[in-house]
C-alpha cells in the first residue's frame, strides 16, 4: 500500500442524503452524467432485447424463474437449513448475520484469526449493503476490489451507480485520470503514458491487480446463487477475477443474503439462462464458478459462509412487497427506466439503484430517512421495469404498495429484529388531501355542493397548478371540470322518469 491510507468507498446512505427529488435534480443538471448514462443504458437494452429474441421460450422461463422464488420463499426455512447441512458436511462453516453489524463482526474476526491485513474481494453488493469495506478499515484491513469497475470507483472515492456497471457514470477519460492519479498511491501505478482506449485501461487494472491476486491469502465474495441440495454456491461474471478471487487465496468467506437460494440443480438451469441474457445480452456468461465446500488438492483450504438477514425477513411477511425478494440482480429494470436514465445512481442513496432499489431499500432499511421515504415516488409508474423482470416482479405494484404505507405510516424503521411502526415524515399535504378525500366521500351533501361549486367557477379555474405543481402541469393538461355535475345530469335526464315509475 505504499504507506498511505486505504482507499475505501463511502457507506451508503451517505451522511445527511437529501429526498430523492432533490438529489435527482441536482443530478439532472450535469451533462456529461447524462450522456454517459444514455450512451450506456440504449446500448445494453438494446443487445439484450435481441439476445431475449433469440429463445422462443423466454416468457415459460420467466414464469418458471418466477415460480421457483416464489417457491423458495414461502419455504425459505427449510431450505437454509439443507444449505446450512450441505455445506456443513462438505468441509465448509456457516454463520448466521441478523444484521450488518453482527455480519461484519463475524467477518472481520475471521480475517483477524488469519492474521492477515488485507483481502481481495470478487463484487458482491450484500457487502457494499453492510458496508463491509469500512468495517475492515476501522479493524486496520484493507479490502481490495477486483472487478474492474469496483475498481475504478474505488480508486475514484466515489459510490457504485448500476448494480451491473458500477462506474457507469464515467467516461473513459475519467477513468484513465483516475488510474493516473490513484494507482500508485496504493499499488502498482498506472502505465506512463497511459490512453483512454478500452485496452490500455484494462491492461492497466490487469496488472495493478495481478501482485494482489498472487500475494492474498483471504478472499471474500458474495453468490448469485446458492443451491440448497448439495450446498453449491455459484458466481457469474465476465472478467476472471471472480475465479482469481475464489480459487487462489487460503480461506474464503462469502457474504450471501438469504434469498439468494435455490432447491436443486434443476431449478439453476432456469436462471443460467435467463440471468445473462438479460444482464450482459450474453448466452451465457464468460465465467461461471461453483464450488461446494473445500478440497484437499484444489481452492482454499477452508470455507467460511456468512447468511445474511438485514431485513430481508420483514421483506419476506409483506405479502406484496416480498417479491422483491425474487431479483437476480440483472439490471435490466435501470437499462429501460426513464427516471434512472436522467437521474443516475447516486441519487437513489443506496447500492441498488434504479426501479428495483426503489421498491428494495425502503423494505431492508425501513422508511425513516428522507431518501427511504422518497424512493418509492422515485418512478414514472411507466411499467417497462416489470417487462424486462426476468422473474417478473411487479415492479409498479410494489411502489404503489409502499406509497400508501408511507402516506399512512406503516413498519418505519428496525432495531435488531425488532419492527417499529413510525408515521412517515413528509408527504404531509398528500395525507391531509387524502384525509379531505375520504371525509367527501363519507359526506354526500358536502360532496354534492362541492361539485355545483367547482362547475359554476370553471372559466377562473387556472390551466396550470400552482407552486410546487407548476413543473408536472407544465407538461400535461389539467382535466377540464364538466359545465354539469353527474349527479344533476341523472337528476335532470332520469330524475322525473324514475319518480314517475
Not at 448494480?163 to 506512463?192: Q, S
Not at 494482489?212 to 476472471?240: D, H, P, Q, Y
Not at 482469481?244 to 439462462?273: N, Y
Not at 425474487?326 to 427516471?339: D, F, K, T, Y
Request: net charge neutral; proline share 6%; glycine share 8%.
Amino acid at each position: 500500500m505504499s504507506g498511505s491510507t486505504f482507499v475505501g468507498m463511502p457507506v451508503f446512505p451517505p451522511p445527511n442524503h437529501p429526498a430523492f427529488p432533490k438529489a435527482a435534480h441536482e443530478a439532472v443538471g450535469n451533462k456529461t452524467l447524462r450522456a454517459n448514462l444514455r450512451h450506456a443504458t440504449h446500448t445494453i437494452r438494446d443487445k439484450r432485447a435481441k439476445a431475449v429474441a433469440e429463445l422462443d421460450d423466454w416468457a415459460a422461463l420467466r414464469e418458471a424463474g418466477k415460480q421457483i422464488k416464489d417457491h423458495t420463499l414461502r419455504h425459505l426455512d427449510t431450505y437454509l437449513v439443507q444449505l446450512e447441512e450441505a455445506v456443513t458436511a462438505a468441509g465448509g462453516v456457516v454463520h448466521w448475520a441478523a444484521d450488518a453489524d453482527e455480519a461484519n463482526r463475524i467477518v472481520t474476526r475471521l480475517v483477524k484469526e488469519t492474521g492477515e491485513s488485507e483481502v481481495v474481494k470478487v463484487k458482491s453488493m450484500a457487502t457494499q449493503e453492510i458496508g463491509l469495506n469500512e468495517a475492515l478499515e476501522e479493524a486496520g484491513i484493507a479490502a481490495y476490489e477486483t472487478d474492474l469497475a469496483e475498481l475504478i470507483v474505488q480508486l475514484g472515492h466515489d459510490r457504485p451507480s448500476h448494480i451491473l456497471v458500477p462506474a457507469i457514470h464515467r467516461n473513459r477519460g475519467e477513468i484513465r485520470d483516475i488510474f493516473t492519479k490513484e494507482m500508485g498511491e496504493w499499488g502498482r501505478p498506472a502505465p506512463e503514458g497511459l490512453t483512454d482506449t478500452p485496452a490500455e485501461l484494462a491492461e492497466a487494472a490487469r496488472l495493478h491487480l495481478r501482485e494482489k491476486f498472487l500475494r492474498a491469502k483471504v478472499g471474500i465474495s458474495g453468490a448469485n446463487f446458492m443451491v440448497a441440495e448439495t450446498g453449491t454456491l455459484v458466481v457469474v461474471e465476465s472478467e476472471g477475477n471472480g475465479r482469481m478471487c475464489l480459487t487462489l487465496p487460503e480461506t474464503l468467506i462469502s457474504v450471501v443474503g438469504i434469498e439468494k437460494i435455490v432447491p436443486t440443480w434443476r431449478d439453476l438451469e432456469v436462471f443460467l439462462q435467463t440471468l445473462p441474457r438479460s444482464s450482459t445480452a450474453e448466452r451465457m456468461n464468460p465465467y461461471t464458478s461453483m464450488w461446494t465446500g473445500t478440497s484437499d488438492s484444489d481452492g482454499p483450504q477452508t470455507f467460511h459462509l456468512v447468511l445474511i438477514d438485514n431485513g430481508r425477513t420483514d421483506t419476506l411477511a409483506d405479502e406484496v412487497g416480498r417479491q422483491a425478494l425474487r431479483c437476480i440482480r440483472c439490471s435490466a429494470c435501470l437499462n429501460v427506466c426513464p427516471v434512472y436514465e436522467r437521474a443516475g445512481g447516486h441519487a437513489y442513496g443506496s447500492v441498488y439503484p434504479g426501479p428495483i432499489g426503489a421498491i428494495l431499500s425502503p423494505q431492508l432499511r425501513g422508511t425513516a430517512s428522507e431518501i427511504d421515504a422518497s424512493l418509492p415516488y422515485a418512478s414514472s409508474l411507466c411499467g417497462a421495469c416489470y417487462e424486462v423482470c426476468p422473474v417478473a416482479i411487479d415492479i409498479p405494484e410494489v411502489l404503489v404498495h409502499l406509497r400508501e404505507r408511507i402516506v399512512q405510516g406503516g413498519p418505519a424503521t428496525r432495531h435488531g429484529n425488532r419492527v417499529v411502526l413510525k408515521p412517515a415524515k413528509g408527504h404531509a399535504a398528500e395525507r391531509a388531501a387524502m384525509r379531505a378525500a375520504g371525509w367527501a366521500f363519507t359526506h354526500p351533501g358536502a360532496l354534492r355542493a362541492g361539485q355545483r361549486v367547482a362547475s359554476r367557477t370553471r372559466r377562473f379555474h387556472p390551466r396550470t397548478l400552482p407552486g410546487p405543481g407548476r413543473a408536472w402541469s407544465a407538461t400535461r393538461d389539467l382535466p377540464k371540470v364538466p359545465a354539469e355535475p353527474f349527479r344533476d345530469w341523472w337528476q335532470r335526464t332520469h330524475g322525473k322518469k324514475e319518480s314517475g315509475k
